[in-house]
């Protein structure tokens, strides 16, 4: 198995444009989380679903933050309009029974 | 008392020395706990599980005292690939991975 996949690695964008962050999950992990990474505020929880169902989406920001996970094999985390804040390292992860998060490589937003 | 709580460092450590740090948290009712090791500009890894006592694991022990909240990572005969960021990770009550609070992690710079 490849691991937990997210594309793009890296993304540069201008303020309120619309950014779409992708993630492949490994096969047959129930639980996915997307989180965010800054130096202020360390790892964040944004949102995580259960066999494909969103449970707690309560560490979304914003309404500009949606996320989706149409099958189990795919999952989105979109941001519109981006802003300058919302520059930072977007995880995706995956847990199985074990409990252990299984993290992508992640995706390095700079919003300009 | 925040959540998860770690000392950022930087801990400069010449290679070979022995280095601890801890990790406090708020939630008396976590029963496990974890280590994970971020090295720059990747993501974050499972490095260890701690229950119960503590854990060791080679030139790792982990260690859990649970009368003061705290756990404590110790690292014998340190090498320079142990240089990276060590995330403490606590549980919520439940245990699984949907409730998982990181700290922002110690940053650790073996030396030679």
């Known amino acids: 198995d490849a691991g937990v996949i997210q594309s793009p690695r890296h993304e540069v964008t201008e303020m309120g444009q619309e950014v779409t962050l992708r993630c492949k999950p490994i096969s047959g992990h129930d639980y996915l989380f997307w989180y965010r990474q800054t130096m202020m505020r360390g790892l964040e929880l944004l949102i995580y679903f259960n066999n494909n169902v969103p449970i707690d989406d309560s560490g979304m920001p914003e309404d500009r933050f949606s996320a989706k996970m149409p099958n189990a094999s795919f999952s989105t985390l979109k941001i519109q309009p981006s802003e300058p804040r919302d520059s930072a390292v977007y995880f995706c992860a995956n847990s199985g029974n074990t409990g252990e998060l299984f993290f992508g490589e992640g995706s390095r937003l700079t919003v300009l | 008392r925040k959540e998860v709580e770690q000392d950022p460092g930087p801990f400069n450590v010449p290679e070979g020395a022995t280095v601890a740090f801890n990790c406090t948290y708020s939630n008396s009712a976590s029963q496990s706990f974890f280590w994970y090791r971020q090295d720059c500009r990747k993501e974050p890894k499972l490095l260890m599980s701690?229950?119960?006592s503590g854990n060791e694991d080679g030139r790792f022990t982990a260690q859990l005292n649970r009368a003061s909240q705290y756990i404590s990572l110790l690292i014998r005969d340190s090498k320079l690939s142990d240089s990276a960021t060590y995330l403490c990770v606590v549980p919520a009550e439940g245990g699984g991975a949907d409730g998982l609070t990181f700290g922002k992690g110690t940053h650790l710079i073996i030396q030679p």
């Open positions: 701690v229950y119960s």
